[in-house]
């Protein structure tokens, strides 16, 4: 009897272990398979789609589009100095010249000494009648005048009067001569200027004549 039953437990045993042992590897083996652990890649969601670069920080440029606060500034710069460009002058008038736009330089003239003409080597003198119609001026009106020929010079070209009254009028005049060098036939422009002694007076009248070497 004891040894009928050994086939039959044999069997019974072989029955029992293959199937247990195939199903549990191969569905083990299918279960860890299946949830891969490359399908929930990290990388699909990638964090370059949402950039930092998208928010652009130059598109807020507007800040330089209010730029026009530095222009405003230098015009406003500007307008200073063409305000003192436009009264003419390049300073203040000096006291000494307040008034002195009354006065006129009339009548210029050049006149030869000495001679019938004006030649190389000789002299001349150049003039004007200053004419004051009020008020009086006492800051000592003079004339300064200026030749535009470095051969046509003055030791003194600068006259003045202590005073000129009310509707009053004198003869002013300074002495010139050419040098022997210059050219027969060249013209020379004098310049005759209001001045406070030998201060030019820009508000001042001014005056020219000409006269040629012969």
Request: aromatic share 6%; hydrophobic share 30%; with cysteine.
């Amino acid at each position: 009897m004891k040894i009928a039953w050994l086939p039959i437990l044999f069997a019974v045993a072989c029955a029992t272990d293959e199937p247990v042992v195939d199903s549990t590897t191969d569905a083990g083996s299918s279960t860890t398979d299946t949830p891969t652990t490359d399908t929930p890649t990290t990388d699909t969601p990638t964090t370059d789609v949402p950039t930092t670069d998208t928010p652009t920080t130059d598109d807020p440029s507007t800040t330089d589009a209010p730029s026009t606060t530095d222009v405003d500034p230098d015009t406003s710069g500007t307008t200073t100095d063409d305000e003192s460009s436009s009264d003419g002058s390049t300073g203040p008038i000096p006291e000494d010249c307040n008034g002195i736009e009354m006065i006129e330089l009339n009548d210029p003239y050049v006149t030869p000494i000495e001679a019938k003409a004006w030649l190389p080597g000789g002299s001349v003198t150049v003039g004007a009648t200053m004419y004051n119609p009020g008020p009086e001026y006492t800051n000592y009106p003079s004339i300064v005048v200026e030749s535009d020929n470095p051969l046509v010079t003055s030791g003194m070209p600068n006259f003045s009067l202590f005073a000129i009254l009310e509707d009053m009028s004198a003869e002013v005049s300074v002495t010139f001569a050419a040098d022997d060098a210059i050219e027969p036939g060249t013209e020379v422009t004098f310049t005759i200027y209001m001045a406070s002694l030998d201060q030019v007076c820009a508000n001042g009248d001014e005056i020219e004549v000409s006269a040629t070497v012969e």
